[in-house]
């Protein structure tokens, strides 16, 4: 799993670190996407906490790197408590740090989610052709994040959906479904005329709108009554 880190502990335990930064977006003059700082805190969250759930990790503790200044702590909290609260957590640490020292002219946040894995996930697809791919919400960027809200998988769905058995879920970032697929499946050399959507396959997905599942046969019916009206197709044409 890619932007995580596993730092053994005990037996089969390991930490489970995962992180994310946000730049240019919230409330000051020269930030690209003006929105609340609830709102940056909480997409940042999310794709940290989906990278730690992904990975198999239950999370312990969020950790926030401020430089949007003192007076937007407490709603940078907040974010995280909406994401935590939508993951049915209420026992997990928050903390972190504001730089104070030298106001910025634009907002930025870091964002770590540090989780306890307890059995070792594994991410090995053993028979390409057997296993059915779906991509469950849409990729959104910058101003799509907020204006389509109501398109981007909830954490929710997603949590559930990395419940189910031998069900694989990979967050989709920045460069997109076709990246992630790569990642996915290196040992293949994959080209764009392989790939069946009806999603764009090449766009940005932001703060991780959505994730693509790789599941059996078995788990069809699971999935679709999980992910509802946020499964999108997707099939690579072996």
Same mark, same amino acid.
Request: charged letters at 15%; aromatic letters at 8%.
């Given at each position: 799993m890619?932007?995580? !880190?596993?730092?053994?502990?005990?037996?089969?335990?390991?930490?489970?670190?995962?992180?994310? &930064?946000?730049?240019?977006?919230? +409330?000051?003059?020269?930030?690209?996407?003006?929105?609340?700082?609830?709102?940056?805190?909480?997409?940042?969250?999310?794709?940290?906490a989906?990278?730690?759930?992904?990975?198999?990790?239950?999370?312990?503790?969020?950790?926030?790197?401020?430089?949007?200044?003192?007076?937007?702590?407490?709603?940078?909290?907040?974010?995280?408590?909406?994401?935590?609260?939508?993951?049915?957590?209420?026992?997990?640490?928050?903390?972190?740090?504001?730089?104070?020292?030298?106001?910025?002219? !634009?907002?930025?946040?870091?964002?770590?989610?540090?989780?306890?894995?307890?059995?070792?996930?594994?991410?090995? +697809?053993?028979?390409?052709?057997?296993?059915?791919?779906?991509? +469950?919400?849409?990729?959104?960027?910058?101003?799509?994040?907020?204006?389509?809200?109501?398109?981007?998988?909830?954490?929710?769905v997603?949590?559930?959906?990395?419940?189910?058995?031998?069900? +694989?879920?990979?967050?989709?970032?920045?460069?997109?479904?076709?990246?992630?697929?790569?990642?996915?499946?290196p &040992?293949?050399?994959?080209?764009?005329?392989?790939?069946?959507?009806?999603v764009?396959?090449?766009?940005?997905?932001?703060?991780?709108?959505?994730?693509?599942?790789?599941? !059996?046969?078995?788990?069809?019916?699971?999935?679709?009554?999980?992910?509802?009206?946020?499964?999108?197709?997707?099939?690579? &044409?072996?």
């Open positions: 890619r932007n995580v !880190q596993l730092i053994p502990l005990d037996g089969e335990n390991s930490l489970v670190i995962a992180s994310d &930064n946000s730049g240019g977006i919230g +409330i000051k003059g020269d930030d690209h996407v003006q929105v609340p700082y609830e709102t940056v805190s909480y997409y940042s969250f999310r794709v940290a989906m990278e730690c759930i992904a990975a198999g990790g239950e999370l312990v503790s969020v950790v926030l790197q401020n430089f949007c200044g003192n007076e937007a702590w407490e709603e940078l909290v907040m974010g995280v408590k909406k994401g935590l609260s939508e993951l049915g957590l209420s026992d997990v640490s928050i903390t972190g740090s504001t730089e104070s020292n030298f106001p910025l002219i !634009q907002s930025a946040l870091g964002t770590v989610v540090v989780g306890k894995q307890t059995v070792n996930q594994k991410l090995e +697809i053993p028979n390409f052709e057997q296993v059915n791919l779906a991509v +469950i919400g849409l990729p959104l960027v910058g101003n799509e994040v907020v204006g389509q809200e109501k398109q981007a998988v909830p954490l929710s997603f949590l559930e959906v990395s419940k189910l058995n031998d069900v +694989i879920c990979w967050p989709v970032g920045s460069k997109g479904v076709f990246h992630e697929l790569q990642q996915l499946f &040992n293949l050399e994959l080209t764009e005329e392989m790939v069946e959507s009806n764009n396959i090449f766009k940005s997905s932001g703060p991780a709108t959505c994730f693509i599942s790789v599941y !059996q046969n078995q788990h069809t019916e699971s999935l679709i009554n999980l992910a509802g009206k946020y499964m999108h197709s997707l099939k690579i &044409n072996w």
